[in-house]
């Protein structure tokens, strides 16, 4: 099982939000409109029992087969490695017990005995090994049939602009981005631009899916590095991390660096790098991981 986000815009488009998005969002305060006159807004008339509809459609459609294949994968490559094992053990003894069987039935032709196994018994052993060896064979067959049950929606949550609520407060709308798209975008900016006054020459990765978003190349020497970009409005709890992306930073604990850019109200930022920033993997089938921001922030340098 795996849990995704999906968000539908009012033109109906859907697309995947990253994990956890809801940590870039807060509740609404009690001096700003409620629920239920939010929703009475024109603008929100889209959202309506059609739009779960929407969003549970892309996750067939998407979501759902790509965690097939990474599932299938995976499963595959276990069952194959379990497979090679029983082999190798099962027919090591059916042929032991059937040479066995041999060596036992020329003594007794020869009229030598064995108290504790005879022929018979030896060839009777080495046809069960024999049987038993199919059944989990057939067993590790019926395990690659793996098919995807359909997407089911647990729950849902509207995300209001903003910039909508400070219009109907009457107050300006706030030029710094919420949305946790734009919030990434914007870090990855800025971030690449520091690279280039570094005078490294950094690359976009981040649709790549890799495990990291920015690869900085040193133009002297040629050698990368790669940066992991994540935007977090300051006074944030927590900040997410994908298994992907520390798998990454373990398998390159010298060229990784997690670049935090920290956003405060005022409309600035500011920027902190942190080499080898996770200490160990994740369990088996975790999927991402919350880290203490601030205390990833006292580790962290200024970049460099």
């Not at 409620?34 to 029992?49: F, N, V």
């Not at 929407?54 to 990474?70: D, S």
């Not at 109200?265 to 999927?287: C, I």
Request: net charge positive; aromatic share 8%; hydrophobic share 35%.
């Amino acid at each position: 099982k795996r849990s995704y986000y999906v968000q539908v815009e009012p033109s109906g488009h859907a697309h995947p939000l990253p994990y956890a998005p809801y940590l870039d969002f807060r509740p609404l305060r009690d001096d700003e409109p409620t629920p239920e006159q939010l929703l009475r807004l024109p603008e929100c008339a889209w959202i309506c029992r059609g739009t779960e509809k929407i969003a549970q459609q892309y996750a067939i459609q998407h979501l759902a087969p790509q965690h097939l294949t990474e599932v299938r994968q995976r499963h595959l490559e276990q069952v194959q490695k379990t497979r090679t094992a029983v082999l190798f053990r099962l027919q090591r003894e059916i042929a032991y017990y059937d040479r066995r069987a041999d060596e036992l039935k020329a003594d007794e032709a020869k009229g030598k005995t064995n108290a504790r196994l005879n022929s018979q018994q030896a060839r009777q052993h080495a046809q069960e090994l024999e049987e038993r060896l199919h059944r989990r064979l057939d067993e590790l067959d019926r395990e690659t049939r793996i098919a995807s049950a359909p997407p089911v929606a647990l729950g849902g949550f509207v995300v209001v602009p903003a910039g909508l609520i400070a219009v109907l407060a009457g107050k300006p709308a706030p030029a710094q981005p919420t949305n946790p798209l734009a919030v990434a975008e914007r870090a990855r900016v800025i971030v690449m631009d520091i690279e280039r006054q570094l005078g490294y020459l950094p690359t976009d990765r981040e649709h790549e899916k890799v495990g990291y978003d920015i690869e900085s190349r040193c133009p002297r020497t040629g050698q990368l590095r790669f940066i992991e970009v994540k935007g977090r409005i300051s006074g944030a709890q927590t900040l997410t991390v994908t298994k992907n992306e520390i798998l990454t930073s373990l398998n390159k604990p010298d060229a990784y660096i997690l670049a935090i850019v920290e956003f405060f109200p005022d409309q600035t930022h500011r920027v902190h790098y942190l080499r080898q920033p996770f200490r160990r993997e994740p369990d088996f089938g975790v999927t991402s991981v919350n880290y203490n921001f601030v205390e990833l922030l006292q580790r962290a340098q200024p970049p460099a």
